[in-house]
Each structure stands twice: as C-alpha cells, then as structure tokens.
C-alpha cells in the first residue's frame, strides 16, 4: 500500500517554497550589492561589468515570481505527490 496522507493540500509547504526562493534572490541580490559597495535598499543600482553575481539575479527572480505565482494561483508548489 502507499503512504497514507490526509487529503488536505498542505498550504504551509507552497508558503515554505515561495519564502525559500524569495530568501534566494535576496541572498543573491545582497551579495551583489556588497560586491559593489552598493546599499541594497536602493531602489536603482548599476552594477560592476566584473560582478560575479549578476548572472545569478535573473533566474533567481525567475524562480522567485513563477513560485509565487504558482502558489497564488493555487498550485501544488512545494508539494512531492
């Protein structure tokens, strides 16, 4: 027999996902701004050509907003069936 579950979507774990990949880009997104010498609650920044982190922000966001809206729209995100 499988595994026995209760048959509720478990909400918690799409919240977990969405925390996850927004803790993500902001770690991203920090190290970034430290590389630069830049504040990261700026709201317009230009970084360096040589900062290694760039390259990571686009598809950090990427996942962010696509998990998000994913779990707004009531997809199973975060969830192993």
């Not at 579950?5 to 430290?34: D, F, L, N, P």
């Not at 729209?73 to 069936?81: D, H, I, R, S």
Request: include cysteine; proline fraction near 4%; charged fraction near 25%.
């Amino acid at each position: 027999m499988g595994a026995k579950h209760s048959g509720r979507i478990e909400v918690e774990k799409g919240r977990q996902a969405v925390a996850e990949a927004a803790a993500a880009y902001r770690s991203i997104w920090e190290s970034a701004c430290k590389h630069d010498g830049i504040d990261p609650a700026a709201r317009f920044v230009v970084f360096s050509d040589d900062n290694p982190f760039v390259q990571f922000l686009g598809p950090a966001l990427t996942r962010y907003r696509g998990t998000k809206a994913a779990y707004e729209a009531g997809g199973y995100v975060g969830l192993k069936m």
